[in-house]
């Protein structure tokens, strides 16, 4: 009886302390698996009736970082997307990573050079040739013949912007593409035609001169429309060519004929009055939209990227609409646009490739996860996710949905019709930044053409020998 009531007394210390232990501690879904994650002998169906073998990881827990650059509005909703992701597989933890876009991308260098790049991380196309030339992107093949990345619904355009030297190194969240983005309102009040999809240069730039000369004082047909990367970009390639720099990245991909006739056009623009005065385009430069001539209504058409136009249509009262971007007059091909994508890379030192592969797949074919995020950075690669996003919308009754509908027809005309696009290598960004300079030596009248083309010839060599 006497060793009966000593077990006893232990075991009722032993439920006592237990107790004990486990008072005041939270579970959260982000820090704390749920009784569904393997290792624990409950099992119940938080996972939808996943077995283990479907849970990535097979069912182990694990921390994946994740990476992407933004605001506060689209990093909420990348945040939103992967509470509902861990919601649906419990024993993944995301590490979130995020910053505005320069910040971001100095973090990512620093990573990169010190190799420890987060697993899963966005990158834009400027960026996409640099970061896969340098291997720092895992190829992503394997894992779409392994059945882990479903592209099936993607067309070939929007695969073709997440590849480099033909290899896929990317599946993107967003796809963009450069347009002619204008006012409607302060066009049709001036009783001026609008503008259509694919005019010539010689078409619009007519369009532009005449439009100027309808338009009352202080407001302007254009903004600077040189001073736009996909500008350069699409009327060389319309000639057949590269565009900025040739697929190695060791010479420009333009010649000294093309970049003069380029130059004679906006020089032209400036001089008729289309683009304002040099005062004005100045003072332009590194304004917010919304604080800008083309966001208080007095500019009548500027260059952008398709992803925008329902931005700068939130903001403004004018109606806003967009066509295709114009094309060279002798153009051998005007089906050219760079599709811009901003896509998920897997780090080459990723120690978990599959769970990483998971991720993406889920966050770019999940229509739950989708419609949360909203096409927020471009139109998303997958048809399926295209044709739910237009079902939502109602264009007839709302100017920004109409904008919507119009950014998504327009990427998938676009991507069914483009050829492909090798990326842009390393050297791309201080090129352009070199032929804007330029440009502004023309209009200031401190360089002729020549003189300009010339001296841009000599620095682009210089820059794709480093």
Not at 194 to 214: R, S
Not at 415 to 425: A, D, K, Y
Request: aromatic share 10%; net charge negative; with cysteine.
């Amino acid at each position: 009886m006497r060793r009966l009531a000593i077990v006893l007394l232990v075991l009722a210390l032993l439920v006592t302390v237990v107790a004990g232990c486990s008072s005041g501690v939270k579970d959260t879904p982000s820090d704390t698996p749920k009784p569904s994650t393997p290792g624990q002998e409950e099992k119940k169906d938080d996972s939808d009736g996943k077995k283990d073998d479907d849970m990535p990881g097979g069912g182990k827990s694990y921390e994946l970082q994740v990476a992407w650059w933004g605001g506060e509005q689209r990093n909420q909703k990348m945040l939103d997307m992967i509470d509902k992701y861990m919601d649906k597989y419990p024993n993944a933890k995301i590490i979130s990573q995020y910053a505005p876009f320069t910040d971001y991308f100095t973090k990512l260098s620093t990573q990169a050079a010190s190799q420890t790049l987060p697993d899963v991380y966005m990158l834009q196309l400027m960026y996409l040739g640099e970061y896969a030339a340098k291997g720092l992107a895992k190829p992503l093949q394997e894992f779409v013949d392994a059945g882990l990345i479903d592209i099936s619904k993607f067309t070939p355009g929007a695969l073709s912007s997440s590849s480099y030297e033909d290899k896929l190194v990317g599946i993107t969240m967003g796809d963009t593409a450069s347009v002619l983005c204008f006012n409607k309102t302060l066009i049709e009040k001036a009783n001026y035609s609008l503008p259509t999809d694919q005019m010539t240069y010689g078409e619009f730039g007519e369009f532009l001169k005449g439009l100027a000369k309808e338009l009352p004082e202080g407001h302007y047909a254009a903004g600077d429309l040189a001073r736009h990367e996909f500008a350069i970009e699409n009327f060389t390639r319309q000639h057949g060519k590269d565009g900025v720099v040739t697929k190695d990245g060791k010479e420009l991909g333009y010649t000294k004929e093309i970049l003069a006739d380029y130059l004679k056009f906006h020089l032209d623009m400036y001089e008729s009055g289309v683009y304002g005065p040099i005062e004005v385009i100045m003072e332009e430069r590194g304004k917010q939209w919304a604080d800008s001539l083309a966001g208080q209504g007095k500019i009548g058409c500027w260059f952008t990227n398709v992803n925008q136009g329902k931005i700068f249509q939130a903001s403004i009262d004018d109606e806003v609409g967009m066509v295709r971007f114009p094309v060279a007059d002798n153009a051998t091909n005007k089906y050219v646009e760079a599709i811009v994508c901003s896509t998920w890379a897997i780090s080459s030192t990723s120690k978990l490739p599959n769970e990483a592969a998971h991720f993406i797949n889920e966050i770019v074919n999940n229509w739950e996860l989708q419609e949360i995020y909203d096409m927020d950075i471009g139109v998303p690669g997958s048809t399926d996710i295209q044709n739910k996003l237009i079902e939502q919308l109602d264009p007839e009754n709302n100017k920004i949905d109409r904008l919507k509908k119009r950014e998504i027809e327009l990427m998938q005309d676009i991507l069914t019709s483009v050829e492909p696009f090798h990326g842009r290598p390393p050297g791309f960004s201080a090129v352009i930044d070199d032929l804007y300079a330029k440009a502004d030596e023309v209009i200031y009248g401190r360089m002729t053409i020549e003189e300009a083309v010339d001296a841009h010839f000599s620095a682009a060599e210089m820059i794709l020998k480093q």
